[in-house]
Structures are given as C-alpha cells and as structure tokens.
C-alpha cells in the first residue's frame, strides 16, 4: 500500500511541475515568481476560483525550518499542528485525497494549508530541478 501511496505523489509532483511549465509560456504569467505559478496551479484543487495573477511582492521567503506561513506563527498549536499534518499527508495520500480533509476542517485552515503546500512543493520541486 505505501507503494500505493507513493506512486500517487510522484505522479501529482510530475503532473504540476508539467502545468508549471505551461504556465511559464504564457504571456500573462511569463513575469511570475514560480513559487506564485505553483499557488496558481493547485488553486483549482482548493475548490475556489482563481483570481487573477498577482505577483507577491516583497514576500522574503520565511527563515524559519517550518513549512507554516508566517501568518500562522501567533495561531494556536492545534491549528499548526493540523496543517502541518495536512501537508505531511500530501506525501501519503496525495494532493486530492488531501485537499478533500482540508476543505472539511474550513476555510482558515484550507487557506493555511494552501500556503504551506504552496512552500513545500516548490522546495520539492527545485529540489528535483523540475523549476
């Protein structure tokens, strides 16, 4: 079953970074940051429409070794740990299966988990030189 597993992360990284590089030829997203591309790219996943492209503007990366957005820091530990386990479930189950138990723990959380997959693909996919 992890083999399972597995395979349906793979096949969800090869998949995005495949749609990140068509986005990359587009005119309209030709400028974006590709952390901002990959946000754009797993927004239908969410279930929400996606607006616009708008490039994130003197956003440093955080310094910090969690995959947690920055506007977290001050939430409670039960709201960290749940997204934390969220994105940790990615890698077990896949982006789908994932994005369906984010939706059901609600909008703030879905949000959260957004950004912080949004972080923790793109390290994964630079890591593996497929951006």
Do not use: C, W
Not at 47 to 70: E, I
Not at 86 to 109: M, N
């Amino acid at each position: 079953m992890d083999q399972f597993n597995h395979n349906t992360i793979e096949q969800d990284i090869e998949r995005l970074s495949k749609e990140v590089a068509e986005k990359k030829k587009m005119p309209e997203y030709k400028e974006m940051p590709e952390r901002e591309l990959i946000k754009q790219t797993i927004q239908p996943l969410m279930g929400r429409p996606s607006s616009q492209p708008t490039p994130a503007v003197g956003q440093p990366p955080s310094t910090q070794k969690t995959v947690l957005p920055d506007y977290l820091r001050d939430s409670p530990a039960e709201i960290k740990l749940q997204v934390e386990k969220l994105v940790d479930s990615v890698f077990h189950q896949g982006i789908e299966k994932t994005v369906k138990a984010a939706k059901e723990a609600g909008p703030f959380i879905l949000d959260a988990f957004h950004d912080a997959l949004t972080d923790k693909l793109y390290d994964e996919l630079k890591k593996r030189n497929l951006i």
